[in-house]
């Protein structure tokens, strides 16, 4: 018998993000068997569902250094009170903005760290980290990569990883819905913020480079500021038939479980949940290898490829390679599944309280 035990998650907030979708997932996996509390500290922003009890601290960033300092401290004040009259088994702060006051407020706070810190922290994250990170029960890193760059960096000796889970049942079921909008014939699909981080247009580039664009449309996902650059090259490629930016979809996985390949071609990621829940529909992935992540999730050659950051013929290659050879197609599609098993949300789950 399960032992029932008392969980805080804590995160800034329930907007839209893979940190953010993963405590929403391990919320409702938590709540299966324990008594779990959701504590945000900004509501305004509620993109994704969550199980168990919402404690808001309405405790929204600030600008400027006082009242960013101010504000740091007020967050930790609330958390050490919350922490002392509901006494947490389990404590998960996840990200700098929840973690760090989280572990000033208790000891027993898990730091879970969700990016490349090598890339996205800056230089106050990382006093801060020097302070308070030896402090916490634990700092998870969301890769291998990651916790290296930690240990290189700070030496700490409470540091260890957790890839990110994927929810199996979840997005098979949604997988089943209609789609939104109609396809004919084969596509390419990728999907993310329309952001110079993702990198959309050395995909698009590559896609006019192959044979494939012949025979398959290139489907992107996602909503973001460059989104008139990108339409300006689709239509000096000559490519507005093939190309579509049907823009944000919240349910992706229709698309993602029919498309030939889902090509992730980012500058740099933490861990990207995307290539799981491609994999776990069964969809080849094609992916850079860019700084942590997408090493650690693509089997190259058997589960999908990865090709050098910003290197559009490489790409193009891969492209033609995976949508036009059946029997790596078949290969790649056999792989796929079995290669996340261990990452559905259930065990990943129970690693946590096992920290």
């Known amino acids: 018998m399960t032992l029932r035990k ?27 068997q324990h008594d779990v509390t959701l504590i945000l500290f900004d509501t305004s922003r509620m993109y994704y569902p ?69 890339r996205n922290f800056s230089s106050v994250d990382w006093l801060f980290a020097k302070w308070l990170f030896p402090r916490a029960k634990k700092v998870v890193a969301v890769s291998k990569d990651g916790m290296r760059i930690f240990q290189e960096r700070l030496g700490l000796q409470n540091l260890g990883y957790l890839y990110n889970p994927v929810n199996l049942t979840r997005i098979r079921n949604l997988a089943e819905e209609h789609p939104a909008i109609r396809l004919d014939g084969q596509y390419i699909v990728a999907a993310g913020r329309l952001c110079p981080e993702k990198d959309f247009a050395n995909l698009i580039d590559a896609y006019a480079q192959s044979q494939a664009r012949h025979s398959h449309q290139l489907l992107i996902l996602g909503e973001g500021k460059e989104r008139p650059a990108l339409e300006r090259q689709v239509k000096e490629l ?33 861990f990207p949940v995307i290539l799981l829940e491609a994999l776990g529909l069964g969809c080849p992935i094609i992916a850079t290898d860019c700084e942590t992540g997408p090493r650690e999730i693509v089997r190259h050659g058997e589960n999908g490829l990865l090709v050098p950051v910003a290197d559009s013929p490489a790409l193009s290659e891969a492209i033609d390679r995976v949508c036009l050879d059946e ?28 920290v």
């Open 327 to 354: 029997a790596v197609q078949a290969c790649f599609r056999q792989e796929a599944s079995p290669s996340v098993a261990a990452l559905d949300i259930a065990q990943v789950a129970e690693r946590w309280l096992d």
């Open 6 to 32: 008392k969980i805080a998650l804590v995160v800034y907030s329930l907007g839209m993000g893979g940190a953010e979708k993963v405590v929403s997932d391990l919320s409702f996996q938590f709540a299966k």
């Open 238 to 270: 000559g490519l507005g038939q093939q190309v579509r930016l049907p823009g944000f979809m919240p349910n992706p996985y229709p698309y993602i479980a029919k498309a030939q390949c889902l090509v992730l071609s980012s500058q740099h990621e933490g």
């Open 50 to 118: 969550y199980a168990g009890e919402l404690v808001d601290m309405r405790s929204p960033s600030k600008q400027g250094f006082v009242p960013r300092a101010f504000n740091f401290l007020e967050r930790a004040w609330q958390l050490h009170g919350i922490f002392r009259r509901k006494q947490f088994d389990t404590i998960i702060g996840v990200m700098e903005h929840a973690s760090f006051p989280a572990i000033l407020a208790s000891r027993k706070t898990i730091a879970a760290n969700h990016c490349n810190p090598a």
